[in-house]
């Protein structure tokens, strides 16, 4: 995710040293210091974040990063606060640094992001999103959630509050997706997501067509992807309890004219659609659509479940229509599966395959003359662009 705008104006000297400004700095961040000057100490942080070198200096600082958390929350420099903690994240190779410094950072990020009254509760949650990136930070986090009463877990609370329309009036929270995403790389996660008993899985399946926010669809799309990687639930995903495969293929959809013989093989969510349906827009989203389906074919029952629900038919199309080289792969990948021939005794759960040195070395090999040729693609079509626009900090988050 991109930067916050950095803003001007900073309390110290032209001749300060960068250490000798954060000193200076933490009284007028405190609780009771004028709005004026402590209006002036944050917008100087987060322009510091606006570099490398200002990064490192300051994800140091366990003081200075909990006055930035801790700030009254209807004052102006609150939000310009949390922007600075959303570029503090944004930045891999600080991550170590800010919880050896501040520890009980995430929980307090988390506190911000879950509170329903909190106006920069969306700048917390792109923090976290940003945070839970890397393995350490997301353990911690995982950590944190599981400190909640049992009565209402944390993970429960963040499906809420993702899953609640209007639950923060003054927030989106677009980026409690691509955090969910970035968590549910936790086993801890996945069990939870993936329990019959929550009804956790069903609650996420609309907001793949979540029309206001690519940031959200994203997250959710990733989350459940991540999910498909347990095989032993596809059987349950696949079935009337959940139906997943009709919520990935909708997004895939275009406006195709099939006829009736092959309308009557595809789930009633997906015939007849309208002349103006468009796909997903979002060459990212698309890829990772199209991944979870490929996970479900992973065992024979998942296969003969895809096959039986007309899955070809749209991939067939989406192949046709698709502009993305490296979405395109994956898709012809998913069909050569779904028409091959079943695979021998022994092999038939793909993700148990275990394949042979020499040839995981051939296919490593091909994967990186396929990713060459596709940024040789990529560089031959920006140099097309007349001009390309800067992406908006709250816009868009990749989930992992």
């Known amino acids: 995710m991109g930067e916050a705008g950095a803003g001007t104006g900073a309390p110290g000297g032209p001749e300060a040293s960068p250490e000798a400004e954060v000193v200076k700095l933490l009284p007028f961040l405190a609780p009771g210091a004028r709005a004026d000057l402590q209006a002036a100490a944050v917008r100087h942080v987060l322009a510091l974040t606006g570099s490398g070198p200002g990064r490192a200096l300051l994800a140091g600082q366990e003081a200075l990063l909990q006055s930035l958390v801790e700030l009254a929350p209807a004052s102006a420099p609150a939000r310009d606060a949390a922007r600075a903690l959303v570029n503090l994240a944004a930045d891999p190779g600080l991550h170590e640094t800010l919880l050896a410094a501040d520890p009980g950072l995430p929980a307090r990020l988390l506190g911000r992001a879950l509170d329903p009254q909190w106006p920069w509760a969306e700048e917390a949650a792109a923090a976290l999103a940003n945070l839970s990136r890397e393995p ?18 944390g993970l429960e609370r963040l499906v809420r509050a993702l899953c609640t329309p209007g639950y923060n009036a003054r927030a989106p929270l677009h980026y409690l997706a691509p955090l969910l995403s970035n968590l549910s790389q936790r086993p801890a996660a996945r069990a939870f997501l993936l329990d ?11 907001l793949t067509q979540y029309p206001d926010s690519s940031v959200r669809r994203g997250g959710v799309v990733g989350t459940l992807r991540n999910c498909c990687f347990e095989h032993r639930h596809h059987e349950w995903l696949l079935g009337p309890e959940v139906d997943i495969l009709p919520f990935l293929l909708l997004p895939l959809a275009g406006p195709e004219d099939f006829s009736e013989e092959e309308m009557e093989r595809l789930p009633v969510d997906l015939q007849y659609l309208p002349p103006d349906k468009q796909r997903e827009p979002d060459a990212d989203i698309r890829k990772m659509l199209v991944e979870a389906i490929m996970l479900l074919t992973a065992t024979a029952p998942g296969r003969q479940q895809v096959r039986d629900q007309g899955a070809y038919l749209i991939l067939r199309e989406l192949h046709s229509w698709e502009p993305e080289s490296d979405v395109r792969v994956a898709c012809e990948k ?22 042979p040195e020499d040839v995981e070395q051939q296919l490593q090999q091909l994967d990186c003359q396929e990713q060459e040729q596709l940024e040789r693609e990529q560089e031959r079509e920006q140099e097309r662009e007349l001009e390309l626009a800067p992406e908006p900090w709250v816009e868009r988050a990749t989930p992992t």
Request: net charge negative; proline share 10%; charged share 25%.
């Open 334 to 355: 998913l069909i050569q599966v779904l028409i091959g021939d079943e695979p021998e005794r022994g092999m038939e759960n793909l993700l148990e395959v275990q394949v």
């Open 196 to 206: 019959p008993d929550r009804c956790v899985v069903q609650r996420l399946l609309p």
């Open 136 to 153: 350490g930070p997301c353990a911690e986090l995982m950590a944190a959630l599981a400190a909640a009463e049992p009565a209402d877990s």
